[in-house]
């Protein structure tokens, strides 16, 4: 198979696909294209390590230039794609150019949702965290004594938390919902991460979110909340949610549901068109979700390679996360969508825990707080298909490994 393929986005899925074609012996036309001037890099790296200094641009790259050069890979960075001609099987440029495919790739990624213009969201020194050039924008920020403000008590607004903590700033975070933490993790998860903020003089604020933004010259320099309190802030930083890079799919008539709509292979419902990563929805377990994670995005780009060269592999995600703040290592496998009962398992390090999800008695997933024994068998259970009885879960005496 020498046939031209296209892979629109620069991210973790667009380099795993890659990867994955030339390491099965793909030797046709590649070409990658990325709105990012930037070769592709690690995303999650950026609200932790980059921010802080300690990961160099190079190091933050997921392949270096010679790999693109060695592996015959026609890089177009900093250009957009404007149209799909599906008929054709043809993409247009923003720079005019046609090019034409035999397999194409949508690994377009997500957009963090950004407050309204209308309440301040367009002020100067409100940012939000997604790409290089987010933290770029806003590094310069992050001095001692200085006041932020966060909008969102998800995962993205907790981690860029501890990070401002750790320099010295005064933080707040605000969340709209009763607790931080509520889409994504149970009230015990929730209740662990409160303390470990507070204890590091973070104010957390529940139930409570921006009536507006209020600006001097242009920059933000108040917040008025829905609790009547209003702050005075140097800047604030929004993490309240993404949506999938879907629009491109749209206008070429594309099923869009929740994200780019893909079967188990990752095909969408043009089968020359393939979708990978943030961006793309599929069916687990009776819903269509999306996963926002480096390994769904690896496993799927690398399922739609197989696909693409005929190797007839469905995918199953065993998923997996994680979140680093502070010392604690947050380390998920599974989803917990639709649990109804967590128990909670002391770790064998001092201040170790684990949430362990239930439905009804079917385990589904665990979130392992610096335990790393109970989210490697945690994982490998759940990998295995087989559940482990609460009781057992919640006895530090079991020896999980029986159940794997």
């Known amino acids: 198979m020498s046939d031209p393929i296209i892979v629109i986005g620069a991210g973790q899925a667009a380099t795993s696909f890659i990867a994955k074609l030339r390491s099965e ?3 046709g036309p590649i070409t ?4 990012e001037k930037q070769l592709p890099y690690q995303r999650p790296p950026l609200s932790k390590k980059y921010l802080l200094g300690e990961m160099p641009l190079a190091r933050l790259l997921l392949r270096p230039a010679s790999w693109y050069e060695d592996n015959h890979v026609d890089l177009k960075l900093g250009t957009r794609v404007t149209a799909i001609n599906r008929s054709q099987c043809s993409v247009t440029l923003d720079t005019q150019e046609t090019l034409t495919y035999s397999k ?10 950004q407050l309204p213009a209308t309440i301040g969201g367009t002020l100067t020194g409100v940012y939000t965290l997604r790409g290089l050039a987010d933290v770029d924008h806003m590094q310069h920020e992050f001095v001692k004594g200085r006041r932020l403000l966060i909008i969102g008590g998800g995962y993205i607004g907790l981690e860029a938390a501890a990070v401002a903590a750790g320099l010295g700033l005064q933080v707040t975070v605000v969340e709209l919902a009763p607790r931080i933490l509520q889409r994504v993790a149970s009230p015990a998860t929730a209740d662990y991460f409160r303390a470990l903020h507070q204890s590091h003089q973070v104010t957390i604020l529940e139930s409570t979110g921006i009536e507006s933004l209020e600006g ?11 609790n009547g309190e209003t702050l005075d ?10 949506a999938p890079n879907a629009q491109l799919a749209a206008e070429a008539s594309l099923e869009v549901q929740n994200g780019i709509a893909v079967n188990l292979h990752c095909q969408s419902s043009d089968p020359n068109i393939y979708s990978a990563g943030d961006c793309a929805s599929f069916d687990y377990q009776g819903q269509r979700i ?3 994670s480096v390994q769904n995005a ?3 780009a690398e399922n739609a390679a197989l696909h693409v060269l005929g190797q007839d592999i469905s995918y199953h995600p065993n998923p997996w996360f994680w979140s680093d703040q502070y010392q604690t290592k947050l380390q998920i496998a599974g989803l917990n969508t639709g649990y109804t009962d967590t128990v909670t398992r002391p770790g064998k390090r001092e201040g170790a825990i684990s949430i362990w999800y239930y439905h009804d008695d079917t385990l589904l997933a665990v979130d392992a707080l610096n335990d790393p024994i109970a989210y490697t068998m945690g994982r490998k259970i759940l990998g295995a298909g087989n559940s482990l009885p609460k009781t057992a879960a919640a006895d ?4 999980l490994k029986d159940f794997i």
């Open 216 to 226: 001097s010259d242009g920059r933000v320099t108040k917040a008025h909340l829905t």
């Open 32 to 35: 990658l294209i990325g709105e």
């Open 233 to 242: 802030t140097d800047f604030v930083i929004t993490g309240i949610g993404v």
């Open 396 to 399: 530090p005496s079991v020896q």
């Open 25 to 27: 012996g793909y030797d």
């Open 298 to 300: 690896v496993d799927q």
């Open 104 to 113: 194409l790739l949508l690994a377009t990624g997500s957009t963090p949702h």
């Open 290 to 292: 999306r996963l926002e």
